[in-house]
């Protein structure tokens, strides 16, 4: 063992360029060269941090779909989310909503567990359908998720930590956003970006002052400092 936690890390908001958009390509040799697992944990549809994690060089351990996908090695765990996500897709548009992704739909064609919606689309009426199709709403700061009410990265990381033969708690988490929370309160130690919103900033151990990348290659700096 190196002495190293493993690391439990968001995507979009947390890996990102300061801009928010496009994975900073200076995480990749920091993520490749950790010497202990590291779990990608999104909100993208699974097909993407499967890809980022052959592009970083590291195992296929990820979380997708705020939860409903996992992925550990050859475990591929996807929640039965029913006929409720197609459902509430076909409602949202009956009432005059508009996914916003246009026609190709590139955010929910491989998705399989929720949907996304451009944060342009009206939010009151995707909290009412969700609340009719007994799904949770979720704010990513990117996008509008309308996924299961009983599954979370949390949940998720619990899967992935098994595997490994780890808990939960062994694992250092960074993230941005309320779909990091659940996974801020199963670990012993989190990092919240700069630009994260003000529930994850309440649920983790650390705020830190940089943001997006920048704040993400801090808190690894520190973990490593910490654990010298």
Known sequence: MSGLPPLALDIDGTLTR??????????????RDWPEPVVLATGKA???PIALSDFLDVPHLVVAENGGVVVAGDDVHVHDAGARIDAIAEAFR???GDLGWGDADLVNRWRETELAVRRDAPADLLR???????LAFVDTGYAYHVKPREVSKGKALDRVAA??????????AVGDSENDVSTFERVDHSYAVANADEKAKAAATVVLDDAHAD????????????DA
């Open 18 to 31: 300061p801009s928010g958009h496009g994975v900073d390509p200076r995480v990749f040799d920091p993520v």
């Open 46 to 48: 699974f097909p993407y």
């Open 94 to 96: 009956e009432r005059g």
């Open 128 to 134: 009412d359908l969700a609340d009719e199709y007994d």
């Open 163 to 172: 595997h490994l033969d780890l808990a939960p708690e062994d694992f250092v």
């Open 215 to 226: 704040g993400t290659l801090a808190a690894l700096d520190d973990i490593r400092a910490n």
